[in-house]
């Protein structure tokens, strides 16, 4: 997986490195994720904090450097776990959330990195913000509410052709100053290197099959 991550890299003429591979390990218990802690792995994926809670701070605890990422949607009531827990949030995707964020950011000083979702196919089940309200979202979080926004987040529609949704986020990034992009899957991550992806979030083709979302 690293070695087509790096291919990709090298055929889009970006530097190497300049992607990171976050492993998705929703479903997959403790035992299956460590194999690639020993092999030095660090960014890994959840999309669900209590699943998360129930198994990673034992992992983190034994293996230094451990990077977690929030790639699912976080409830407001869960904003607390999420800060303590995750070292990446590529969720946010209304106000009230950002506004948890903030809050629970400046009581305890941790600071995780922070990702507006956009929902660029604008599906109405699912989540990220609208593209029309991107820029309003990010500025007030930014200006208001003084987070440190670095970058957007994307899951284009199962059924579309994913480089318009890839391209599209990439722009929106650019013009709002964002250096982080969010993008790709399992089918479709060299696509999203070749558009700009600086995170890839790799599930089924790291660790097979899941039986859930
Ligand atoms: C599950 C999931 C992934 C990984 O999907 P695969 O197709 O298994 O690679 C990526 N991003 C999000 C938001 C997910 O929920």
């Given at each position: 997986?690293?070695?087509?991550?790096?291919?990709?890299?090298?055929?889009?003429?970006?530097?190497?490195?300049?992607?990171?591979?976050?492993?998705?390990?929703?479903?997959?218990?403790?035992?299956?994720?460590?194999?690639?802690?020993?092999?030095?792995?660090?960014?890994?994926?959840?999309?669900?904090?209590?699943?998360?809670?129930?198994?990673?701070?034992?992992?983190?605890?034994?293996?230094?450097?451990v990077r977690l990422h929030l790639i699912g949607p976080l409830q407001s009531n869960k904003t607390r776990e999420a800060v303590s827990l995750f070292d990446a949030i590529h969720t946010i995707d209304r106000e009230k959330i950002a506004r948890a964020l903030a809050t629970e950011i400046a009581r305890t000083g941790r600071s995780p990195e922070l990702l507006v979702q956009v929902n660029t196919g604008a599906e109405p089940q699912k989540a990220g913000v609208i593209p029309e309200e991107v820029t309003a979202l990010a500025s007030h979080g930014r200006v208001d509410l003084k987070l440190s926004l670095t970058g957007l987040m994307c899951i284009p529609p199962a059924a579309d052709v994913v480089a318009p949704h890839f391209a599209f986020l990439a722009k929106v990034a650019q013009r709002l100053g964002f250096g982080t992009l969010s993008m790709g899957m399992s089918g479709d991550f060299e696509t999203a290197i070749a558009f700009g992806a600086t995170y890839v979030r790799v599930g089924t083709a790291i660790f097979g099959a899941r039986t859930r979302n």
């Open positions: 997986m690293k070695a087509r991550v790096a291919e990709a890299e090298r055929a889009a003429g970006r530097p190497a490195g300049s992607v990171r591979l976050v492993a998705v390990a929703k479903t997959v218990p403790a035992e299956g994720v460590v194999p690639l802690l020993e092999a030095g792995h660090r960014d890994f994926g959840e999309n669900r904090v209590q699943e998360a809670e129930a198994k990673w701070p034992a992992l983190k605890a034994r293996y230094s450097g």
